[in-house]
Nanobody, 123 residues
Framework: VQLQASGGGLVQAGDSLRLSCAAS????????AGWFRQAPGKEREFVAA????????SYADSVKGRFTISRDSAKVTVFLQIDSLKPEDSAVYYC?????????????????WGRGTLVTVSS
């Protein structure tokens, strides 16, 4: 499975962005997908995930109510809608694929990672 994230950019606080993660290769439809982010000088952190089995979603507390993860019906693209952006949301955002359908917050549950897309939020 190969993953490619896109959609990042420089935005102002309060704006919205929609990140996309395009998957290629066999089998992605039976992988759960997650988004992580890493800000300069900080560790990579979980943002959101969607289970391949029942499309159940999970979110980090810091983004609940502002971020929405979704997946297209063909299950080849995963989206992260980000609303009400804050400067602290600035980071490189990575998408990842996991063979598991639950407990999707730990990064160790993911086998494949894409290159990140940079989101910069100015105040």
């Amino acid at each position: 499975v190969q993953l490619q994230a896109s959609g990042g950019g420089l935005v102002q606080a309060g704006d919205s962005l929609r990140l996309s993660c395009a998957a290629s290769g066999r089998g992605f439809s039976v992988y759960s997908a997650g988004w992580f982010r890493q800000a300069p000088g900080k560790e990579r952190e979980f943002v959101a995930a969607i289970s391949y089995r029942d499309r159940r979603t999970s979110y980090a507390d810091s983004v609940k109510g502002r971020f929405t993860i979704s997946r297209d019906s063909a299950k080849v693209t995963v989206f992260l809608q980000i609303d009400s952006l804050k400067p602290e949301d600035s980071a490189v955002y990575y998408c990842a694929a996991s063979p598991y359908y639950n407990d999707l917050m730990p990064a160790r549950r993911y086998d494949y990672w894409g290159r990140g897309t940079l989101v910069t939020v100015s105040s």
